[in-house]
């Protein structure tokens, strides 16, 4: 079984401020996708990173994908409140019997304070 | 926007009663799935579907069936429903990329069960 361990679980913190969110696994992935999430709404795709090694940039934020596709981060610089949302990781898995399954991180809760 | 549509958006219930969840999709895509979302659990696979009338179990899978007869519809029945099933609901489809593939997320059924 796959597991994807997504830190910190909460994120409260300034407008202004930078963060980081982590995504670790002992398993490799073939991709690893970000969403966002807002209450009441269903995840939205913010991005999928595919070579180990790739950073993508989305305006302030910046994903990364480990060398080892293993682990991913995200990066927020100069948060602002729209931030705010439950951001989730998801693992896609390597094997070709997958059925395209993928496997979620726990969620980070990212409170972005005026 | 993929197209996805759940009904109902909001749904109380009692226990021990069946229940049916629909996921409608636009797009003719193959893959579909339905989770469930949990404080503290993150994202959840009941059943997926590859195929009209090929479907197949996830990681919480008892208590509930799943029904594809058309490529649009996704059914997810909760056969008695009890307390532990009171949760939000998320219908997924999957989309395939030149070097993996993503999903795509509905907006989402809260269901309580009484």
């Known amino acids: 079984t796959q597991l994807l361990e997504q830190s910190p679980q909460f994120l409260s913190i300034q407008e202004g401020e930078n963060l980081t969110v982590y995504c670790n696994s002992s398993?490799?992935?073939?991709?690893l996708q970000w969403y966002r999430q807002e209450p009441g709404e269903g995840p939205v795709l913010l991005v999928t990173v595919v070579t180990g090694g790739e950073v993508k940039k989305l305006k302030r934020l910046t994903f990364q994908f480990g060398d080892a596709r293993k682990d991913s981060s995200l990066h927020i610089t100069a948060a602002q409140p729209g931030d705010t949302g439950l951001y989730l990781c998801?693992?896609?898995?390597?094997?070709?019997?997958?059925?395209?399954?993928?496997?979620f991180g726990q969620g980070t809760i990212l409170t972005v304070h005026p | 926007d993929a197209g996805i549509t759940q009904s109902p958006r909001h749904k109380v219930t009692e226990t021990g009663t069946p229940v049916t969840l629909r996921c409608h999709q636009t797009e003719n895509h193959r893959y579909m799935y339905w989770y469930r979302q949990d404080p503290g659990h993150g994202l959840r696979l009941i059943h997926y579907s590859y195929g009209v009338k090929d479907t197949d179990k996830g990681e919480v899978s008892d208590g509930y069936s799943v029904s594809r007869s058309k490529t649009e519809d996704f059914l997810l029945t909760l056969e008695s429903a009890t307390s532990s099933q009171t949760s939000v609901y998320f219908c997924?489809?999957?989309?395939?990329?030149?070097?993996?593939?993503?999903?795509?997320f509905g907006p989402g059924t809260r269901l309580t069960v009484t």
């Open positions: 997924a489809i999957r989309t395939q990329g030149t070097l993996t593939y993503e999903q795509y």
């Open positions: 398993s490799v992935f073939s991709s």
């Open positions: 998801a693992g896609a898995n390597a094997g070709g019997t997958s059925y395209g399954k993928l496997t």
